[in-house]
């Protein structure tokens, strides 16, 4: 039984294809803080069809007339990455709160711009790369800024597997399509290194920052074999500390992805799920100062429901936010946009140089 709060925040989605479908739509509904108000979509057929699931209090065909109500205070932006940031800065300029789906967008100006228009605005943005809001990475981030002192290293690595639809297929709900749908223009898809690193590596670039702090440059290699890509990354960060990150896409095994962090006075080792598991990282915090582990249950794994309700409570009651905001999505992209420069040109490229996008 959901026990719901007295004061729920009244939130409208935008975009009813499959990430609303598979995460926003239910965890809206089971966040203790926030309730479903309003579907949004120009795909009539969907939109009913959601309604009839899902139970939203309005429906809108027309984006402008969902930001024109009154009721809605926060809007999830669930679009293709390249409507990101108009559909982001439109929510804004209509004085809503805004939940964006990574990437933040797809070139360091818009973002940039993006950016600043929050910052005028007093409005909180939010980026939806969810794992912050993983009980086992949240967990180690604290370990890490409370017992681990200075930094001397971050390994983290994100391999999608060969059969992740295979699990995926059994774990999400069927997905309901539509002739209807607004689509970017050409098949976003088919240039396969730019929608791994906008799609994937936006996970593995926050994780990494999200534990090791800013990275300041990367060298990167990649290598194409058997329909498969590896992205190995050398990174340096803002402390001095060392980094490596590993996007490949797609290993013949489970899902794996994982961090290591060797510091001062201990060490933090991860392991984190599929994340249609909805289980939290098994994470293990050793400290030198007491000569133990230290571990945490996660038992609420719901990552999807529990960055609903980290969004609202900064909203709400004025929580610090514990998700990423718009300058870690400027960092982001910057970081994705010098990797593949890098792959370009086989350099050392400085995070705060490049421009353009993927």
């Known amino acids: 039984m959901i026990e719901k709060e007295a004061r729920l925040l009244r939130i409208g989605v935008v975009g009813v294809g499959p990430i609303a479908q598979a995460a926003h739509f239910e965890a809206c509904r089971r966040a203790r803080n926030a309730e479903l108000y309003a579907i949004c979509d120009l795909a009539e057929d969907l939109v009913t069809n959601m309604a009839a699931i899902h139970h939203p209090r309005v429906t809108y065909l027309d984006y402008n007339e ?3 109500d009154p009721q809605v205070e926060a809007v999830i932006v669930a679009t293709a990455d390249q409507f990101h940031v108009a559909m982001a800065a439109q ?3 209509a004085g809503k709160h805004v939940l964006v789906e990574k990437p933040l967008g797809v070139t360091v100006e818009e973002c940039e711009a993006l950016c600043e228009q929050v910052r005028s605005s007093g409005l909180v943005l939010q980026i939806g790369t969810m794992k912050r809001f993983d009980p086992g990475i949240a967990f180690a981030h604290q370990f890490i800024q409370e017992e681990i002192g200075q930094l001397l290293a971050l390994k ?4 999608d597997s060969t059969y992740r639809y295979t699990v995926t297929d059994n774990l999400q709900p069927l997905m309901i399509s539509s002739a209807h749908a607004r689509r970017p223009e050409g098949n ?19 994780t990494a920052r999200f534990l090791g702090g800013e990275i300041i440059r990367v060298h ?26 590993d996007l490949t896409i797609a290993v013949r095994m489970d899902w794996h992805e994982g961090f290591q962090v060797y510091g001062e006075h201990g060490s933090v080792v991860g392991k ?15 400290s030198a100062r007491d000569g133990q582990y230290h571990r945490v249950l996660g038992a609420d794994g719901h990552v999807y429901k529990r960055q609903i309700e980290g969004f609202a409570e900064t909203i709400l ?9 718009a300058e870690d999505g400027v960092a982001a992209i ?16 400085s995070v705060s140089d490049v421009t353009g996008g993927v």
């Open 334 to 349: 910057r970081t994705l946009v010098a990797i593949s420069r890098s792959v370009e040109t086989g350099a050392w490229v």
């Open 66 to 68: 969902m930001l024109a």
């Open 317 to 325: 009651h004025g929580v610090p936010q514990h998700g990423a905001g």
């Open 272 to 286: 984190t799920f599929n994340p249609w598991y909805l289980r939290s990282s098994e994470v293990e915090c050793f």
């Open 188 to 206: 976003p898809k088919a240039d396969r290194r730019r929608y791994y690193l906008l799609g994937h590596a936006s996970h593995l670039v926050d």
């Open 156 to 159: 983290a690595w994100y391999c």
């Open 220 to 245: 990167a290699r990649l290598v194409e074999k058997f329909g498969a890509y590896c992205w190995f990354v050398d990174t340096e960060f803002a402390d001095g500390s060392l980094g490596h990150l």
């Open 91 to 93: 929510a804004l300029a």
